[in-house]
Each structure stands twice: as structure tokens, then as C-alpha cells.
């Protein structure tokens, strides 16, 4: 009862600032190219992590380059080369040792108002909180990552009744 107070409190606040929750569209072909762990794919984004390099949950992937920055601040600091390929590992492995858990990272386009591809978020979830302006502007949002058997909690729709 307490994590449903405090996660609806938290919902709350964020859609009065207007930030929403979005399913993001995957991406296939970035999938199949992170997966196979493209070194010269991933040098072009800034990498951040949502978990822990032994359990992450789920990666962002803020393009280098352009003028959007799409990381809220607390994501923290961008995850190194040799990092990024050790989560992307890690992410797999966890897959593969409970697939009906965990289902296989697939990468989901992060998409401006603008209609513009900004980056991408690849991992075990299929939902963030993000903010999108008109200016084209977007900050992905962290995801609640508080456990509750073994997912990280995001809406109160997730608890039973």
C-alpha cells in the first residue's frame, strides 16, 4: 500500500509538470547492431545507465552532435567505451538467464515533436517518463527503479490489487 502512495504521489507530480510516459517504436536495425556490440555504432552517443553495471535495466543513448540533450541530469555521467559493451553484455546475460523475467533488450527510438529520432534507449523496459517541447527539445526521465518482484516499478498499474 505504501509503494502505491508513493509511487501514485510521484506519477502525479510528473504528469502536473507534463511529463508522460511514452511506448517507444523499436528500431530493428539498432537492435541487431547494439547486440552485436558495434564499437564504431556506439562511440557516436553518450551512454547512460539506468541500474547498476552488474544489473542494468536500461540504457540511453543521447546522440553526440546535435543540439538536443535528451539525459535528465539525473542520469548522471555518461557510461566509458569498455563500460557501455560490459552493460550490453550484462543486459543479454540477464535475458538469457531468466527469459521469462527479463525479455531480450530491444532498442526504441526516442522521437522528438519534430518527428526527429534523438537517441534511443535500449533495455528491459518498454516505457519511460519523458518531456517533450514544442522547440524539439526532449529529457528522458530515469525510471523508478525501486524492486518489487524483480521489476522496477514505474505506475501503480503494475501492483496488484
Known amino acids: 500500500m505504501v509503494r502505491w502512495v508513493v509511487s501514485s504521489v510521484g506519477l502525479m ?3 502536473a509538470l507534463g511529463v508522460w510516459a511514452f511506448d517507444f517504436k523499436v528500431d530493428q ?3 541487431e547492431r547494439l547486440r552485436a ?3 564504431g555504432f556506439i562511440e557516436g552517443f553518450d551512454v547512460y545507465l539506468a541500474g547498476t553495471k552488474e ?5 540511453l543513448f543521447d546522440r553526440r552532435g546535435d543540439p538536443y ?3 535528465s541530469p ?3 555521467e555518461p557510461l566509458k567505451g569498455e563500460e557501455v559493451l560490459y552493460v550490453l553484455r550484462r543486459l543479454e546475460e540477464r535475458s538469457r538467464d531468466n527469459p521469462t523475467l527479463y525479455p531480450l533488450p530491444q532498442a526504441f527510438q526516442v522521437v522528438n515533436k519534430k518527428g526527429e ?3 534511443y534507449i535500449f533495455g528491459l523496459l518498454r516505457h519511460l517518463p ?3 517541447r514544442a522547440d524539439g527539445t526532449v529529457k528522458v526521465f530515469l525510471p523508478d527503479l525501486f524492486p518489487w518482484r524483480g521489476f522496477p516499478l514505474i505506475f501503480p498499474r503494475f501492483l496488484d490489487p
Open 13 to 15: 507530480f510528473l504528469f
Open 29 to 31: 536495425g539498432v537492435t
Open 37 to 39: 556490440r558495434e564499437l
Open 55 to 59: 544489473e542494468p535495466v536500461v540504457l
Open 69 to 71: 540533450e535528451i539525459a
Open 74 to 76: 539525473l542520469w548522471g
Open 117 to 119: 529520432t534523438v537517441g
Open 130 to 132: 519523458l518531456e517533450r
